[in-house]
């Protein structure tokens, strides 16, 4: 299917493939077994400066367009997903920064974000709420012109690793969202979450402990908390579907290379046996799907509409095809496909992660459908 992507694209998503195949790809076992993405890759991710790439030239941003963003993401998801979350993660911080904070916490943190020498973190989910705002338990308390934060993240990405963290916390007027350093004496890194996938990512809890945080590191207004985190989640979705599809993509990769070599008889079971012939062409008309739905939202972003209702819509579609495909792809494999000698093992494992994380499936349903109602 032709996308009509122009040349500056194919040229960012030829680049991205050629850094993903030769810096990532030969470490994947020894992450997968180490459990921890080295520092020196992480930064050369950064350096590729995949944040900045749909961010205004002002803020240190190539000002290329955002499908060229999904066309790197999903590059790099091809690869290995859990690599592109270092990017996404930052991306959203500093999608956040420009939209909502004001000039002098642009000025200190965003050009950073967008040019890879600093790494951001998102952090609203606690341990008892992951999309309810009326569920938050951290606090922010005025005390001068500053604020004293105390309370609870979990689950987030570069908990332990970002140098700039966006803090949503309860105040008398409501939620609202800090930017907070996290050399922070009061910002505490807690335990690393253990997942059946994404075992190399930096994840876990943030424990705020009277965090002193001055008033204009608020963004935004105080009580806007919340619609800058649904502002936000619009544009991470999306960018996250991105990885769906390139782990999709990986997985029918992956399953007509092994039909087309593994034998019955002499003969490859891709050309023998029905079945396998019937799930690779589901498979692959999944990950089309998946693909046109995804650059049709892209190019919707690129011309400034409201994405809200097809971001949800989309997070559905390409996970739960990406979960599928990857099921799918182990079928295909037989006995092999469980076995951690084999990628589609791990690529299954990361599909079911991917589908959950930004939001499950149900509340996607909700988001979508009220969308709908109220038009």
Not at 4 to 18: K, P
Not at 242 to 255: K, S, T
Not at 305 to 312: C, D
């Given at each position: 299917?032709?996308?009509?992507?122009?040349?500056?694209?194919?040229?960012?998503?030829?680049?991205?493939?050629?850094?993903?195949?030769?810096?990532?790809?030969?470490?994947?076992?020894?992450?997968?077994?180490?459990?921890?993405?080295?520092?020196?890759?992480?930064?050369?991710?950064?350096?590729?400066?995949?944040?900045?790439?749909?961010?205004?030239?002002?803020?240190?941003g190539s000002e290329a367009s955002f499908t060229s963003l999904l066309l790197a993401i999903e590059e790099m998801s091809y690869v290995y997903l859990p690599c592109m979350f270092y990017?996404?993660?930052?991306?959203?911080?500093?999608?956040?920064?420009?939209?909502?904070?004001?000039?002098?916490?642009?000025?200190?943190?965003?050009?950073?974000?967008?040019?890879?020498?600093?790494?951001?973190?998102?952090?609203?989910?606690?341990?008892?709420?992951?999309?309810?705002?009326?569920?938050?338990?951290?606090?922010?308390?005025?005390?001068?012109?500053?604020?004293?934060?105390?309370?609870?993240?979990?689950?987030?990405?570069?908990?332990?690793?970002a140098d700039i963290a966006v803090i949503f916390a309860l105040t008398e007027k409501g939620v609202t969202a800090f930017a907070v350093e996290t050399q922070n004496p009061g910002y505490?890194?807690?335990?690393?979450?253990?997942?059946?996938?994404?075992?190399?990512?930096?994840?876990?809890?943030?424990?705020?402990?009277?965090?002193?945080v001055e008033g204009k590191n608020i963004m935004g207004e105080e009580g806007q908390g919340f619609n800058i985190l649904l502002g936000v989640e619009v544009f991470a979705k999306v960018?996250?579907?991105?990885?769906?599809?390139?782990?999709?993509?990986?997985?029918?990769?992956?399953?007509?290379?092994?039909?087309?070599?593994?034998?019955?008889?002499?003969?490859?079971?891709?050309?023998?046996?029905?079945?396998?012939?019937?799930?690779?062409?589901?498979?692959?008309?999944?990950?089309?799907?998946?693909?046109?739905?995804?650059?049709?939202?892209?190019?919707?972003?690129?011309?400034?509409?409201?994405?809200?209702?097809?971001?949800?819509?989309?997070?559905?579609?390409?996970?739960?095809?990406?979960?599928?495909?990857?099921?799918?792809?182990?079928?295909?494999?037989?006995?092999?496909?469980?076995?951690?000698?084999?990628?589609?093992?791990?690529?299954?494992?990361?599909?079911?992660?991917?589908?959950?994380?930004?939001?499950?499936?149900?509340?996607?349903?909700?988001?979508?459908?009220?969308?709908?109602?109220?038009?």
């Amino acid at each position: 299917m032709d996308y009509n992507f122009t040349e500056e694209e194919l040229n960012i998503r030829n680049t991205i493939r050629q850094f993903a195949r030769k810096e990532i790809a030969p470490l994947i076992d020894q992450i997968e077994k180490e459990k921890k993405i080295p520092e020196d890759l992480i930064q050369k991710i950064m350096d590729m400066k995949i944040t900045g790439l749909p961010f205004p030239e002002k803020w240190g941003g190539s000002e290329a367009s955002f499908t060229s963003l999904l066309l790197a993401i999903e590059e790099m998801s091809y690869v290995y997903l859990p690599c592109m979350f270092y990017a996404v993660v930052s991306a959203m911080t500093a999608y956040g920064f420009l939209n909502y904070a004001s000039d002098y916490l642009k000025e200190k943190y965003l050009k950073g974000l967008l040019t890879g020498s600093l790494k951001g973190a998102w952090a609203f989910t606690e341990p008892e709420t992951g999309s309810d705002p009326k569920q938050i338990k951290a606090k922010a308390v005025k005390d001068g012109n500053d604020w004293i934060l105390n309370g609870t993240k979990r689950f987030i990405t570069n908990s332990g690793i970002a140098d700039i963290a966006v803090i949503f916390a309860l105040t008398e007027k409501g939620v609202t969202a800090f930017a907070v350093e996290t050399q922070n004496p009061g910002y505490i890194v807690g335990k690393r979450e253990e997942f059946l996938a994404f075992g190399g990512t930096d994840n876990g809890d943030i424990i705020l402990e009277d965090a002193r945080v001055e008033g204009k590191n608020i963004m935004g207004e105080e009580g806007q908390g919340f619609n800058i985190l649904l502002g936000v989640e619009v544009f991470a979705k999306v960018v996250s579907c991105a990885g769906n599809v390139g782990l999709a993509q990986a997985a029918l990769d992956y399953a007509v290379q092994y039909a087309k070599e593994k034998t019955h008889r002499g003969v490859p079971i891709g050309l023998k046996f029905q079945m396998t012939q019937w799930n690779l062409a589901t498979m692959a008309s999944k990950v089309a799907a998946s693909r046109a739905f995804l650059y049709s939202v892209g190019a919707k972003m690129d011309k400034g509409e409201n994405v809200s209702a097809e971001s949800a819509l989309l997070k559905i579609f390409t996970g739960a095809a990406a979960r599928e495909v990857a099921s799918d792809a182990v079928q295909v494999h037989g006995a092999y496909g469980l076995s951690k000698e084999y990628a589609i093992e791990r690529i299954y494992r990361e599909s079911k992660f991917n589908e959950v994380v930004l939001g499950t499936s149900e509340i996607q349903r909700v988001i979508a459908a009220n969308a709908l109602i109220r038009g």
